[in-house]
């Protein structure tokens, strides 16, 4: 009788990659010093053993029996422990094995045999070490591969997460559906360039430098003076801060310098340990006054993420705006 086709229990068929993972963990396993020595000697115990036991060595080659350990020995082990097995491989055979073909050599032919046989463990040796190599590259371009595309969906999500917000909130009231068209669209645009710069999840950080020229360029840049050291951002700082500038941005062509014949200065220093501190400053526009209501720009400009601290200062002269900013761990500028 048939099973019912709720009891039928398949198994998930594996993929090359997870083969090739298995294979990893197997060949790649950290091990003891003591642990890859005995390993050795137990694979020449097995080789020299088992060719006294046939023959002796009488016929043949008698190193023949040595190769699968030293090839096993490079790509198990690495190829210094398979250099170990080859000299103690001719040790074997020379003291042990010393009898037949080896033995009733003459002294060229024995050296003859014993250049071919050190030529032969040299490419065993190669040929072990740049499987282990190929077999390490792989694996860490499979885990690679595995971290970006989760990191893809976890930033995938927190864009989606935005977006919504973004549109959720709708125009003010009184507030020209165009001109909310036109901003919500600005802010996209924002977040797209901030995620070109990251890779879109391939890259952990980015340069200071370039998410803030990325996130002026809408804006005249030639209306903006920026200058600071050389930093590195991580990505919980570089789109927080990319969507900021675009806020700080879109305000100054509306109300602030940009609206008139002003000019931006942006400038950011290190401060301790893989931080730094931006300023925003605002010259040479018309007088300002701090905002009445808070949209959803005003959320934009405070702390979180990478922003540790905003702090704006609505001057009578041109806006002020200071930010903490995370950079990366170990960074220290130029």
């Not at 041109?318 to 170990?330: P, Y």
Request: with cysteine; net charge positive; proline share 5%.
């Amino acid at each position: 009788m048939p099973p019912r086709e709720g009891n039928v229990r398949t198994k998930p068929a594996r993929s090359d990659a997870d083969r090739l993972n298995a294979l990893a963990r197997i060949v790649l396993r950290p091990r003891p010093v003591s642990h890859k020595i005995l390993l050795v000697l137990l694979g020449l115990a097995i080789a020299g053993g088992g060719r006294w036991l046939f023959d002796q060595g009488a016929y043949g080659v008698p190193f023949l029996t040595f190769y699968p350990v030293v090839v096993l020995a490079a790509l198990f082990l690495g190829a210094d422990y398979a250099l170990f097995a080859s000299v103690a491989a001719l040790l074997v055979i020379h003291f042990l094995l010393n009898t037949g073909s080896w033995n009733q050599a003459e002294g060229p032919v024995r050296f003859a045999m014993l250049v071919v046989l050190s030529i032969t463990l040299g490419v065993m040796i190669t040929t072990g070490h740049f499987m282990r190599l190929v077999l390490f590259d792989n694996l860490r371009h499979l885990r690679q591969a595995r971290a970006y595309n989760a990191e893809l969906q976890h930033r995938a999500k927190n864009a989606q997460q935005m977006l919504r917000a973004l549109i959720g909130r709708g125009p003010a009231p009184g507030e020209d559906p165009a001109e909310f068209h036109a901003k919500l669209l600005g802010r996209v645009e924002a977040l797209g360039r901030a995620n070109e710069l990251l890779g879109f999840g391939a890259l952990e950080q980015a340069s200071l430098a370039d998410v803030v020229t990325s996130a002026i360029a809408p804006f005249d840049p030639g209306r903006f003076e920026c200058a600071g050291p050389d930093g590195r951002l991580g990505k919980t700082a570089a789109i927080p801060l990319a969507m900021a500038l675009h806020e700080l941005g879109t305000n100054a062509i509306k109300y602030g310098a940009l609206s008139a014949g002003g000019r931006v200065r942006v400038g950011w220093r290190q401060e301790g340990h893989g931080r730094y501190v931006l300023e925003w400053r605002e010259l040479g526009g018309p007088a300002i006054t701090a905002p009445t209501t808070h949209g959803m720009g005003s959320r934009l400009l405070r702390p979180h993420g990478g922003l540790a601290r905003v702090e704006l200062d609505w001057a009578t002269a041109g806006l002020v705006c200071r930010m903490d900013l995370i950079g990366v761990e170990g960074d220290h500028g130029a």
